[in-house]
Structures are given as structure tokens and as C-alpha cells.
């Protein structure tokens, strides 16, 4: 009989333990903040603000705050084309061929589209090819 209640209390030890460490776990996994990911945009050839002659080329990636962020993007990709089209129409050759010119456009890219997509949701914005013809 005691032999039978020192095993029962083993299992329960080692069910309880089990339990225990599988719940901490959980919660770590659970409260684990989200991967970011890196997103393309697309590529991207528009007249500048001042000269119709001039043309801005690019490629643009974005940094979202997980991969719900990417789906987002992809779901309403007319809608992201159409902020970063805007954003760089309206842009002159001086502002974005200045020094920081460039990075002030990143800039104002990434709040924009953040604030189309919530805030927070975007970190930065990366230009992988970047040509003033």
C-alpha cells in the first residue's frame, strides 16, 4: 500500500512539474515580441515636383514591426503604391539631390505610410537602388 502511494506521489510530482515549466513556457512564448521583417515595396519611376523632365528611380523596401505588417502591405498594395507615388511627386530635384535629401525622403516615406497602417508599424525605409537621371 505505501509502495503504491510513493509512486502515485512521483507521477503527480512529475505531472505537476511538467505543467509547471510547459505554462512558463507558454507565456514566454506568448509575451515573445514579434520578428521584424523586411518588406519590398516595388520599384518605382516618377516625374519630380519642379521639372516634368525630371524623373526619380527607385527601389524600396520597408522594415515592419512583423510579419502581420507584410500582409497588411500586400492586401493594400495600390493603396502603398499610390502614398509612396505621392510623396515622391511631390518632391523637387533639389530637395531630394541635397545632402540628407535622400534621408529626409526615407523619412517622410515611413511616416506616411505608418500612418496609413497604424502607428508603430513601420521602423524604416530602405532604398536598394536610388537614380536621379
Known sequence: MIKKIMILAVIAAVLGAGCYFGWVYY???RSAPPKPVVIKVGDFVTNLSSDSRRMIKLSLEVRGESAQVAKQMSKENAQ???IVLSVLRSKTFEEVSMPGGMERLAEEIRAELDA???SGKISAVYFT???LP
Do not use: M, N
Open 129 to 131: 537602388e536610388f537614380v
Open 116 to 118: 496609413f497602417l497604424g
Open 27 to 29: 507565456q514566454k512564448a
Open 80 to 82: 502603398v503604391r499610390y
